[in-house]
Nanobody, 120 residues
């Protein structure tokens, strides 16, 4: 089973930035779709950003222009740069790895999650 370990979460004020990292335990991630999902209190888990093996990306409308997903296949890592954070970005953020090109649902392997709290 693949292990995904997230890091980089924390408490920040509105308008600040955070960079989340996810490290995968498998030998090669280049053929996989990677994604960041989040679950806010009382809400369902949702896709934040995803990146396919060819580099194409998808973003939730609420984060377009503020968040950027990237991957480093050599380091077997995926990143989420989050700028201009808002209170509504507060959630537990999860890293996902899957074979499918499609995002959403419960497919693939999941990390344990990292808490992001945006509050003044």
């Amino acid at each position: 089973q693949v292990q995904l370990v997230e890091s980089g979460g924390g408490l920040v004020q509105p308008g600040e930035s955070l960079r989340l990292s996810c490290a995968a335990s498998i030998s090669d991630i280049s053929s996989y779709t990677m994604g960041w999902y989040r679950r806010a209190p009382g809400k369902e888990r949702e896709l934040v950003a995803g990146i396919r093996r060819g580099g194409s990306t998808n973003y939730a409308d609420s984060v377009k222009g503020r968040f950027t997903i990237s991957r480093d296949n050599v380091k077997k890592m995926v990143f989420l740069q989050m700028n201009s954070l808002k209170a509504e970005d507060t959630a537990v953020y999860y890293c996902n790895l899957r074979s499918s090109f499609l995002f959403g649902g419960n497919n693939g392997d999941w990390g344990q999650g990292t808490q992001v709290t945006v509050s003044s």
